[in-house]
């Protein structure tokens, strides 16, 4: 076949990422073409009452920038020409915009506390079971159901006729070609879109007050919406590529470019800031038991993504942040994982999920907190803290696959791992030891390739997902980690179920 250029840009909470995938001859070959690092911006700002409180928004011009960036180095090193762009974002945040194109404020970070009692504010204008019920999506403090009902409690005076709500992947499709549409991927998340009918419920959106005609349309990924700007095109040198929905939500790319032979048999784990811990399922689970286990239905590529919201490596990227302003200078992560090696294993646990490990000021005092509270010993040095953490994250996947398993009734024989995470050798070896199951990792740029591959299927480039797996195969090392200390992980997890759980 003719050769294919498909161009993702993959933002992360902490950083971005943007990519060349190249289809010819049934060969696939991706190529990183920009990178970049970002963060929430913390102010301290007085409202009207005069209190200062302190606010974290991120910066949506910079993002929009590297992608602008990522695609002028495309077209410098790559080709002049694109056949489709698609852009995928971690799974919540977003605006609104006037008639005019105007953002009615600053785009404000999940981990802002204006969201901290807001699970509360929505559970007394809905009853509980019915939001499951219909969504299928556990109660978060980041869902969108709960920051739109924060804004329209508290800024409602800013929603002007003719706004629409942009979810953080759409406002970039707006950016570059003028898109006000959603893939099904990323609204499944949002607590606001029914699971079944994959539309927006009208009866949860007036229960809590959110307008109909702001939210955006949701398509399906892999939908063609538009193109790129002619403006935008020129000042770049690029043609005007189509604009592709891909699995917006970078979970759900990540997912689609795990290599699962089955199924019903696997659990996959994206792992980075956080860990999205789960299994694919053809349809919903909302039974009772789904929701007692806290457990999402979140919208796939012709599947659903049975899985929990777990803590990643957020608490390591903390300590290392931290240690970073006292020593001024950054640990690498050669040196962390010296560190954790050498230190003793197994001298206490913490819940990753706690929410006081969720945005404290200082991830090492929270950490000695918690330790001092389950009445464990509090980490002697930095490799301690380190060790304490990585080990505490495999016993939680443990626990959280052994949920899973018991409610969709398929029992797990093999752990994938994709994403970052999935260069995590020493994470990597620690899962397979506690959850006594082989872990295939790989590959480490899933999100990138499952938004090239998605991209590729709404093009009919390839047929289908299924016939990307060995095309992925051939372009990534994917390595195996086999169980080693079973019987000393098992008798540690039963403590871990009983000082933390």
Not at 310 to 334: A, F, I, N
Not at 404 to 426: D, F
């Amino acid at each position: 076949m003719n050769s294919k250029k498909v161009f993702a840009a993959d933002l992360g909470a902490s950083g971005g990422k943007c990519f060349a995938g190249t289809f010819n001859s049934g060969n696939f070959s991706i190529e990183e073409v920009h990178r970049f690092t970002h963060e929430g911006v913390p102010f301290y700002i007085s409202d009207r009452s005069g209190k200062v409180t302190e606010r974290t928004y991120w910066d949506d011009l910079l993002l929009y920038q590297n992608i602008i960036k990522g695609l002028q180095n495309y077209r410098r090193e790559i080709s002049e020409t694109v056949d489709s762009i698609g852009v995928d974002t971690w799974g919540t945040d977003g605006t609104f915009i006037s008639a005019d194109g105007d953002l009615l404020g600053k785009v404000y970070c999940y981990r802002d506390h204006r969201l901290d009692n807001m699970v509360e504010a929505v559970k007394k204008k809905i009853d509980t079971d019915l939001i499951y019920e219909i969504t299928g999506i556990h109660f978060q403090p980041f869902n969108i159901s709960n920051q739109l009902l924060w804004f329209t409690s508290n800024r409602k005076e800013l929603l002007q006729p003719g706004c629409t709500f942009l979810p953080m992947p759409t406002l970039f499709y707006f950016y570059l070609g003028n898109v006000k549409k959603i893939d099904s991927s990323w609204a499944s998340v949002t607590q606001l879109m029914d699971a079944h009918k994959r539309e927006w419920s009208e009866e949860i959106l007036e229960k809590l007050g959110i307008p109909s005609h702001v939210m955006p349309e949701i398509v399906p990924p892999g939908a063609v919406v538009g193109q790129l700007l002619k403006p935008v095109a020129d000042s770049i040198g690029l043609n005007q590529a189509k604009l592709v929905t891909v699995g917006s939500h970078d979970t759900a790319s990540a997912y689609a470019a795990a290599p699962v032979k089955n199924p019903d048999e696997a659990l996959i784990i994206s792992s980075g800031t956080w860990s999205l811990v789960g299994k694919l399922i053809p349809k919903p689970i909302t039974s009772p038991r789904a929701m007692a286990a806290n457990i999402s239905n979140e919208g796939g590529i012709g599947n659903i993504r049975f899985l929990k919201n777990c803590m990643g490596t957020w608490p390591v990227q903390e300590l290392r942040r931290r240690w970073k302003v006292v020593d001024g200078k950054e640990l690498s992560w050669e040196e962390i994982t010296r560190l954790v090696k050498k230190a003793p294993s197994f001298t206490s646990f913490i819940d990753p999920d706690d929410k006081c490990f969720y945005n404290p000021s200082n991830m090492e005092e929270a950490i000695a907190e918690f330790c001092k509270k389950t009445g464990q010993k509090v980490p002697a040095d930095r490799g301690v803290y380190l060790r304490v953490v990585y080990e505490s994250l495999a016993m939680k996947y443990r626990s959280v696959n052994e949920e899973i398993s018991e409610v969709c009734g398929n029992p797990t024989k093999v752990v994938h791992v994709v994403g970052g995470g999935s260069k995590n050798e020493l994470l990597n070896q620690f899962t397979a030891n506690a959850t006594g199951l082989t872990v295939i990792a790989g590959p480490d740029e899933a999100t990138a390739v499952g938004n090239i591959m998605v991209q590729a299927v709404g093009l009919g480039i390839i047929s289908s997902l299924d016939v990307s797996i060995p095309l992925i195969k051939q372009a990534f090392r994917i390595k195996e980690y086999k169980t080693l200390y079973s019987e000393i992980w098992q008798k540690e997890y039963e403590r871990f179920k009983k000082t933390v759980l």
